[in-house]
């Protein structure tokens, strides 16, 4: 990606602001360490429908799932993001997508996310460490 711009960081501040506001501040805490399924029956048993479990883990996928629109478009400058915030952690969310996928007949369903998760791997693969462990 270029090299970022005044308004690159001013999103990035904006998105920080808005993570870490309210109720997606606490979906996002509550998938980070609390969310804990290995799949989409375990997911739908666990967090039905109109359930606080089940709220929490689609406010937190339309978050990611915004995020990966924007970077698919070229609004997000993804090297400052994934710096600022390490990832989207996909992976707790991929055996969900693809059972949910499966059963609605619906494959874009969160496939930003899923490519923002890409793309993420992508940057974490070649970026070199800012400090040396000898400084």
Do not use: Q
Request: proline share 4%; with cysteine.
């Amino acid at each position: 990606m270029s090299k970022p711009t005044r308004a690159d960081a001013e999103m990035l501040l904006n998105l920080y602001a808005l993570l870490s506001s309210g109720k997606l501040f606490d979906a996002a805490m509550w998938y980070r360490n609390e969310f804990d399924v290995k799949s989409y029956e375990e997911f739908k048993e666990k967090y039905p429908v109109g359930s606080e479990g089940r709220r929490k883990f689609t406010r937190y996928a339309m978050f990611c799932e915004l995020l990966g629109v924007l970077a698919d478009n070229g609004l997000l400058n993804t090297d400052m993001f994934f710096d600022a915030f390490g990832g989207p952690m996909w992976g707790k969310a991929e055996p969900i997508a693809k059972g949910f996928r499966k059963e609605r007949g619906a494959p874009f369903v969160w496939e930003n996310w899923e490519l923002l998760s890409r793309k993420s791997k992508e940057y974490w693969d070649k970026r070199k460490p800012k400090i040396s462990e000898e400084d």
